[in-house]
């Protein structure tokens, strides 16, 4: 793979499998979503925030997945891309920061079947694998820096869009907190 190539074909390569993930997970999301409509909250491997949040109407599913999905897959790209740029060159890598935008929208192509429940799991991890494969390609480093500096990024991402999640839902349904944390709401007469 070369890394100085430009950005159009990986990005389109990368659009196409958020887009085929993104048809092929609405049964998905909407099987799930009536499963925990039925059951109340349940955790599943590969029910995603959408299921977990309760989003069980077909034109929102399909609106989020087949559109909002891929966008937002394709700038996290950029994003995650120039974290992991970052801790390369701090890891002593050489590559540049096409070539780490190259190798993540390369693994998106784990995509394509990530949408079943559980093989999506292993194909995220595999997903890592190649990330990790790439990184060292690209920047010369050894495997164990470039895992280190995978991992770094994940955890690092993972905590940023977990808090960003939290706190939208915490904006958009207040009384979210009270409902998990049991406390009983005082009635609205006796509230002053």
């Given at each position: ?129 190649l990330n990790i494969v790439g990184g060292m390609i690209v920047h010369k480093v050894s495997m164990e820096k470039s895992t280190v500096v995978v991992l770094i990024s994940t955890v690092i991402l993972t905590i940023v869009i977990w808090g960003l999640v939290i ?26």
């Amino acid at each position: 793979m070369s890394t100085a190539e430009g950005y159009t074909d990986p990005l389109i390569f990368a659009a196409i499998s958020y887009l085929i993930y993104g048809i092929l997970v609405v049964p998905v999301d909407y099987g799930m979503s009536k499963i925990i409509g039925m059951y109340g909250f349940i955790f599943f491997p590969m029910t995603n925030l959408l299921t977990m949040v309760g989003v069980n109407r077909w034109e929102l599913i399909i609106f989020i997945n087949v559109l909002v999905m891929p966008i937002l897959g394709i700038i996290s790209t950029f994003i995650v891309a120039a974290v992991q740029y970052l801790i390369y060159k701090i890891f002593g890598g050489t590559g540049s920061y096409e070539g780490t935008v190259r190798v993540i929208f390369y693994t998106a192509a784990v995509m394509v079947l990530s949408w079943i429940p559980i093989l999506g799991l292993i194909l995220g991890i595999y997903s890592l694998y190649l990330n990790i494969v790439g990184g060292m390609i690209v920047h010369k480093v050894s495997m164990e820096k470039s895992t280190v500096v995978v991992l770094i990024s994940t955890v690092i991402l993972t905590i940023v869009i977990w808090g960003l999640v939290i706190a939208a839902y915490l904006i958009l349904y207040p009384d979210f907190y009270d409902y998990i944390s049991h406390t009983p709401r005082r009635p609205i007469f006796l509230q002053v």
